[in-house]
């Protein structure tokens, strides 16, 4: 029995700690739906303590679920869990220059110690298969999702295993 549960955004919280700690940088992490994440974020433009803390940030999708299945010390896997790395980008950027000034030096970054501690953490068991997408000017048919203007990457169908937690 896994008493107390893991919470997974519990976990992902730690790991995006790590993640900052390791590349001295604040990244923010936030979980839910995009319009609680689009809600969460205009409401830091308009705090002069959190105006600047917005990007980078890693989100985790909701909801996502987990097969419980307890086996070999593990709680239950999750196949289907989708997170994006955004950034803060701007809106007449072409495709050069979003690599440059956004994906190359803030997403790619992220995304490559996200993986690392992803893969080390102790309470999750990462199987490493993901796919993984650079979205540019994030939306559909150049339409932002956010309020900003945003690139970003989605991973998509990440396989984990959550470890049981005993007592």
């Given at each position: 029995m896994n008493n107390p549960p893991y919470v997974v955004v519990d976990e992902f919280t730690a790991i995006v700690q790590k993640v900052a700690a390791k590349l001295n940088m604040e990244v923010g992490f936030h979980y839910g739906y995009v319009r609680e994440l689009n809600e969460t974020l205009v409401q830091y433009s308009k705090s002069p303590g959190t105006f600047d803390k917005k990007f980078p940030l890693i989100w985790l999708v909701q909801p996502f679920t987990i097969s419980i299945a307890e086996d070999l010390g593990n709680y239950?896997?999750?196949?289907?869990?989708?997170?994006?790395?955004?950034?803060?980008?701007?809106?007449?950027?072409?495709?050069?220059?979003?690599?440059?000034?956004?994906?190359?030096?803030?997403?790619?970054?992220?995304?490559?110690?996200?993986?690392?501690?992803?893969?080390?953490?102790?309470?999750?068991?990462?199987?490493?298969?993901?796919?993984?997408?650079?979205?540019?000017?994030?939306?559909?048919?150049?339409?932002?999702?956010?309020?900003?203007v945003v690139d970003c990457m989605e991973l998509s169908q990440v396989e984990l295993k959550v470890k049981n937690k005993r007592c």
């Open positions: 239950g896997t999750i196949r289907d869990l989708r997170l994006f790395i955004i950034q803060q980008s701007e809106k007449n950027y072409k495709a050069a220059e979003r690599m440059t000034n956004v994906f190359k030096p803030v997403l790619y970054p992220i995304y490559n110690e996200l993986i690392a501690q992803m893969k080390v953490h102790s309470t999750i068991f990462f199987q490493s298969k993901h796919k993984m997408t650079d979205r540019y000017y994030w939306g559909e048919a150049q339409q932002t999702v956010l309020n900003d």
